[in-house]
Structures are given as C-alpha cells and as structure tokens.
C-alpha cells in the first residue's frame, strides 16, 4: 500500500513562508494529487489540487499565496506557502487516489502566529 509523508511544516510569524512537501513511496504519474488541512474544531477542507492532467486549483482563502507543485519523477508534491495568517493555522494533509486507495499522509503541523 501507498504511504505518503508530510514534512516541512512548523511555527512561522505573519506574513511569513513555509514550504510544505509530501513524498510518495511510489509512483504519482497519473495521480491527482491534493492537499487538505484541519483546523482544530473546524471539518477538514481542500487547499489545493494537482491534476494529473497538470491543472491546478485552490481554496479561495489562498488564493494568491499558495502554490503547488509536483515532480512525477521524485515521486512529490509540494506546497508553497506565502503570506501566511493565523487563520492558516491548522494541520496539513498529502492525499491521493491510488486505486483503489485513498490514501492520507499523517499530517504536517502548522501554526502561525499574530
């Protein structure tokens, strides 16, 4: 089965960046891959896609400060993260569709202070 490791996140002031990463123990060719993040006491939502077709899209909230990305050859995802705000706050998921799995990253912390 598919795992998919999250790193990259941390504690970061206002307005400041982090770049998220998430690798695949295999392949992603094909794969549209997303994240997601959950805020404590809020339901999990969608931040960003890759398709495999190679369109992106974004939550409206980030518009504008997140980018993802991905390399199909080192088998990642990455999220660029720019301007953040405290409401960013929360933690970040990897997910893909690996037929016939969905399958979840554990999730990378991030907190960002006012």
């Known amino acids: 089965q598919v795992q998919l490791v999250e790193s990259g996140g941390g504690l970061v002031q206002a307005g400041g960046s982090l770049r998220l990463s998430c690798a695949a123990s295999?392949?992603?060719?094909?794969?549209?891959m997303r994240w997601y993040r959950q805020a404590p006491g809020k339901a999990r939502e969608l931040v960003a896609a890759?398709?495999?077709?190679?369109?992106?899209n974004y939550a409206d909230s980030v518009k504008g400060r997140f980018t993802i990305s991905r390399d199909n050859a080192k088998n990642t995802v990455s999220l660029q993260m720019n301007g953040l705000r405290p409401e960013d706050t929360a933690v970040y998921y990897c997910?893909?569709?690996?037929?016939?799995?969905?399958?979840w990253g554990q999730g990378t912390q991030v907190t960002v202070s006012s």
């Open positions: 997910q893909g569709f690996f037929n016939p799995f969905l399958t």
């Open positions: 295999r392949s992603i060719l094909g794969i549209t």
């Open positions: 890759f398709t495999s077709g190679g369109t992106t």
